[in-house]
Structures are given as C-alpha cells and as structure tokens.
C-alpha cells in the first residue's frame, strides 16, 4: 500500500513538473540573457492512466504551434515515474527528432501504447530512445528528468545543476506562457 506522502509527492510533482520546466527555463534564460535559439514549448503534464491525453496533447500543440521550435513533454508513466519527451521540429513543421527521455535505470524501451498515441498524430514519426543520465530510484525521477530535457534541448543549465561541461548547453529568448492541461 502506498504511503500518504508519497501520494502527495507524486500529486505535487504532477502538477508542478511544468512549473518547474518554466522556472528552469527562465533562471537560465536570466543567467545567459545574450543567448537566442528557437523557441521552446513546456506542455502540461501528461498522466500514462488517461487514455488518449498524449494524443490530445500532441493534436493541440500542432494547432497551436508551427515552424521551427522545442516542445519538451513531462510524462508521468504507469503511476511510477517521470519520463520526458523532446520534439523539435524544422521551420516547415516537419519533425527534426522525437525524443523518449527515461532517468531510471532498467527502463530504456519506449512503451507501446506511448509510441502508438505519438504515430496517431505523426505517422511518419516515431519516438527515440535518448541516452541520458540515469539512477535507480523511480521515486525520485523528477529532478533528473528535468535536468535531462533541459540538457537534452541544448538549454544551458545555471551552474548549481550538476553535469559535465560537454552536457551543458543553451537555451532561447522565448516568451514562455503556461498552457492549460491537456484533458
């Protein structure tokens, strides 16, 4: 049975997993002003027991976004662990690459029905596998999932985040503006 406040932890990062995308993204943004690259998209949080909410989200972001630009995705999956997805498409809206960013050691497939939610709306597309940093504590994947989408769309990390020179990168000049939740 699981703990109440591993409940109200998951619950928190659920809802704040966007937040916190948005805050690393604009202490960064503040840290390193003179830097410019596209423009980078947080989406809500999207929950793996809701059928269908990756697709809808997907559909939604490609209504409301064109040409060349990140999408970072946090992705709560199987009520156990954050995973994250990066797009970043061409100018003419066609994808440069889709990313499956997973922290947790043992965990490095895309599951099926995440990558047959993402061909609905991209049928010429598939997901992934990144290699990233990882640990093996699935409760505690947030943090590094962040980091790792950050790291993973070339946004420079301000220097208390720990990864190597060569990991650390940069990030855009964008206007961020919270999305509602995908439903």
């Not at 960013?101 to 993402?118: A, E, T």
């Amino acid at each position: 049975m699981a703990h109440p406040e591993n409940i109200n932890n998951v619950q928190y990062q659920y809802n704040g997993m966007q937040a916190i995308l948005f805050n690393k993204l604009k202490e960064s943004r503040q840290q390193f002003p003179d830097y410019d690259s596209k423009p980078i998209h947080v989406l809500a949080a999207v929950h793996d027991n809701v059928d269908g909410q990756l697709e809808l989200c997907l559909q939604q972001e490609s209504k409301e976004h064109t040409g060349e630009r990140i999408v970072l995705i946090p992705y709560h999956l199987e009520n156990s662990h954050w995973i994250g997805i990066l797009m970043e498409f061409h100018s003419n809206g066609q994808i440069k690459r889709a990313e499956y960013i997973g922290s947790v050691n043992g965990l490095d497939d895309v599951p099926d029905g995440l990558q047959k939610q993402f061909t609905k709306v991209y049928p010429n597309g598939s997901l992934q596998v990144k290699s990233v940093q990882k640990q093996n504590d699935s409760n505690n994947s947030t943090a590094l999932t962040v980091d790792n989408l950050l790291i993973a769309a070339n946004v420079r990390l301000p220097t208390n985040i720990n990864c190597s020179t060569e990991e650390t990168s940069t990030l855009s000049s964008a206007t961020y503006t919270p999305k509602e939740e995908c439903r």
